[in-house]
């Protein structure tokens, strides 16, 4: 049943965020009671960070997989966005602000260090072993602006997902100018 409370709550969790998200909705889906949810977890704050911890294990171990392929750095940086478009569907930004605004700063801090670990870290690997890169550059700035651009399409129609995301990083790689 751990599982199963873990499935639904990611689910409703990216979908409505966290505050929209009730431990009640989460029981009522299952057809089960309240208290059986409260059985395997403390509260709703410890259900998100259940399932905050599990996708950040594979999401971090994918983009690390696909940041050690053997390809050239946009292709890599494409394959990796595309993962997190596939695999992660749903506003980034509503999860950042659901880590910054609503949780403990406990719990904040925790995710936030997974966020980092498993979703921020991979890319800048990738971006810190590139050697085309100007060394003027700000790696970490670099990837939180990537960050912002790949967010704006994790959630988009189906229908323009990939292609419009694949057109922005293009963009934020060679620029608009000739």
């Keep these: 049943m751990y599982e199963e409370i873990l499935d639904v709550a990611e689910e409703l969790f990216m979908k409505q965020g ?3 998200t009730s431990t009640r909705q989460i029981a009522k889906i299952l057809g089960i009671t309240q208290p059986n949810i409260y059985y ?4 709703k704050e410890n259900i998100y960070y259940q399932v905050m911890q599990r996708l950040a294990a594979e999401v971090g171990e994918n983009l690390r997989e696909l940041s050690a392929k053997n390809t050239n750095f946009e292709e890599k940086i494409m394959a990796m966005a595309f993962y997190l478009q596939q695999r ?3 506003s980034l ?3 950042m602000h659901d880590i910054q605004h609503t ?3 406990e719990t904040a801090n925790k995710l936030f260090t997974l966020w980092s670990d498993s979703y921020k870290k991979p890319f800048l690997d990738v971006f810190e072993n590139e050697t085309k890169i100007r060394a ?3 790696t970490e700035f670099a990837v939180r602006q990537l960050f912002i651009l790949i967010s704006a399409y994790l959630d988009a129609p189906k229908e323009v997902r990939k292609d ?3 057109q922005a990083i293009a963009i934020f790689f060679h620029g608009v100018l000739k």
Excluded: G, V
Aim: glycine share 0%.
């Design 18 to 20: 966290y505050n929209d």
């Design 40 to 43: 395997h977890f403390k509260n």
């Design 88 to 90: 992660h569907p749903f």
């Design 93 to 95: 930004f509503m999860m």
């Design 103 to 105: 949780l403990n700063p």
């Design 136 to 138: 003027s550059l700000d």
């Design 164 to 166: 419009n995301l694949e």
